[in-house]
């Protein structure tokens, strides 16, 4: 009986470490109550330590997913998807070495911005002849011989391609486009991957976001995560927190591998999340039927703590991965700040902001020189975009100031729902916001329960609030002594939404 005792008590203490080590994982580490990554991709390290001082952090931004910090092979033409062929774990990129890596680190940290990597440990590159890196290593794919890392043929799973996506174990151990298939099941694989993770964890990071999870086994990855150090603590971290991770595993069903298989150890990206609401404001569908969007069994979506959503990312903005003509982007600037500020206003799941570099040319690179090093944005005078061939979807006022709205509703339920049975819909966030969508062929015109305390507002997505001076740049909004206000908003305008928050009060 006393052994017996001994025994469960040890099983008990393992599952709760277990479980506290698995929960750590699906926290972001945000500070100052927010709640809002930003994907800056193909930036510079010192540009985004810059971005990160003068506006992220002010504007209440959450963290910054960079791209790739490993070194990458260098392709013919240069185009964005080079980042994604790794040739070894140096970090040496065209975004920076590893000492300016760690700069902007630190930097970001500073300013309570936090940093999660892009991580490619499902392969390594393709072949090519010669195979040399942007730190200058050199490879031989045709032979699997890494020598940097070190890698060799041993290291790698059994040539083949995937062809059939409803045999998991196909998907898991044959080539995603003559990449490399790693073998993660070796021990010696595991440690070089854990090694290159610890040093970024050493840097200051916060988390990282695994491409191609679902192209690994579920039990190689849990091994793996479970292995990296706890975050450094001289960075601004509690001591025992995990690092947060996140998982690219494309599911819309159909398929063999399923997102709730890697979603017990870490948080996974919601790809179904930005393909519909692409439909719903595309008009494809009707936004009325949002009324239960989110965990609903209806919508097959993860649960929200699991989640990482998104409108769209670096592939599928491009046509690449899923989603397909549904998807939104910058190009459609209307639709697209309608399902931000959707995301950011709704509570479901982990929002990511995408920040984009123009692009024709789908597998073109970042803007660079003729040499082919990247060209920083230039800030425009207002600050609301960028030049030098950079977007900065995250800069536009109307996502920006949804960040903040995003940040004072946080945790807050979704009260007041309202639809016209069509494309007007509203919501409120437990009297600390209201939001109203017109994604229709008519205008809105419309009283509606706010839930907020009587008062004047300012319409944050037609204009700015400035709390210091009590003025607004845009529409205002007057709400009752029962927390009713009316709306307008024409079927012409350019953006469809009016949004108003407690800290908007003028």
Known sequence: ????????????????????????????????????????????????????????????????????????????????????????????????????????????????????????????????????????????????????????????????????????????????????????????????????????????????????????????????????????????????????????????????????????????????????LGMMFRNEKELKDLANWGESVAWGLLPSSDAVVMIDNHDNQRGHGAGGASILNYKFPKQYKMAQAFMLAHPYGNARVMSSFAFTDPNAGPPADKNGNLISPIINENGNSCDNGWVCEHRWPQIRNMVIFRNIVKNSKLTKWWSNGKNQIAFARDRLGFIVFNNQNQDLKQRLDTGLPAGRYCDIITGNHESDKKKCSGKTIHIDKNGFADFEISQNANDGVIAIHVNAKL
């Open 1 to 276: 009986m006393h052994i017996f005792n001994i025994k469960s008590f040890l099983l008990i203490f393992v599952l709760i470490f277990v479980n506290n080590v698995i929960r750590g994982q699906k926290n972001p580490h945000y500070v100052d109550n927010r709640t809002t990554m930003v994907h800056l991709f193909e930036w510079k390290f010192d540009d985004i330590a810059k971005e990160c001082e003068r506006f992220l952090g002010p504007a209440g931004y959450a963290a910054v997913q960079v791209s790739p910090v490993n070194e990458n092979m260098i392709l013919s033409k240069r185009p964005w998807f080079e980042r994604y062929q790794p040739i070894s774990y140096k970090i040496a990129t065209r975004s920076g070495n590893e000492l300016e890596f760690k700069n902007m680190v630190k930097r970001c940290n500073a300013v309570g911005v936090r940093i999660f990597v892009d991580v490619v440990v499902n392969h390594m590159t393709t072949d090519q002849s010669p195979a040399i890196g942007t730190g200058d290593t050199r490879a031989v794919p045709q032979n699997r011989e890494y020598p940097t890392v070190p890698y060799g043929p041993n290291d790698f799973h059994q040539q083949c391609t995937i062809a059939n996506y409803k045999n998991a174990t196909e998907v898991r151990v044959c080539e995603l486009s003559g990449l490399h298939d790693l073998n993660q099941t070796r021990e010696n694989v595991r440690d070089a991957i854990v090694d290159f993770l610890d040093r970024c964890v050493d840097a200051g990071v916060a988390g990282f976001r695994f491409d191609a999870a679902k192209h690994m086994f579920p039990n190689d990855l849990k091994v793996i995560y479970g292995r990296i150090k706890n975050l450094n603590t001289k960075h601004g971290y509690k001591k025992n927190s995990r690092p947060f991770i996140y998982q690219e595993v494309i599911d819309l069903g159909g398929e063999a591998v399923s997102k709730f298989e890697y979603n017990e150890f870490g948080t996974v990206i919601e790809f179904a999340f930005g393909i519909i």
